[in-house]
Nanobody, 118 residues
């Protein structure tokens, strides 16, 4: 069973770049057919899919976030990363990383709370 763990700062100032890491264990991020996503949930709102990096390195982004989102990976460390630039208080949320296989969500991290505030 794949396990995921998010890490990163819990407080970011407006206009800065938020950088989060998802460390994967129990499986490789290059395993065929897997997709690795970032999802967030703002207070009082539903889950919002932000984007994904697939096993082959291809990336996909939510159209609403594409202009200031990047998802990268380090295959040697079996990690993938979220970079969200020019953050505002509206980016305050719990951020999750998750794996997807065959159209089904496979495993989720526990989530990390990030607050954007000066």
């Amino acid at each position: 069973q794949v396990q995921l763990q998010e890490s990163g700062p819990d407080l970011v100032k407006p206009s800065q770049t938020l950088s989060l890491t998802c460390t994967v264990s129990g499986g490789s991020i290059t395993t065929n057919s897997y997709g690795w996503s970032w999802i967030r949930q703002a207070p009082g709102k539903g889950l919002e899919w932000m984007g994904a990096i697939h096993f082959d390195g291809s990336t996909y982004y939510s159209p609403s976030l594409k202009s200031h989102t990047s998802i990268l990976r380090d295959t040697l460390k079996n990690q993938f990363f979220l970079q969200l630039s020019s953050v505002t208080p509206e980016d305050t949320a719990t951020y999750y990383c998750a794996s997807r296989l065959g159209g089904q969500w496979n495993s989720w991290g526990q989530g990390t709370q990030v607050t954007v505030s000066s």
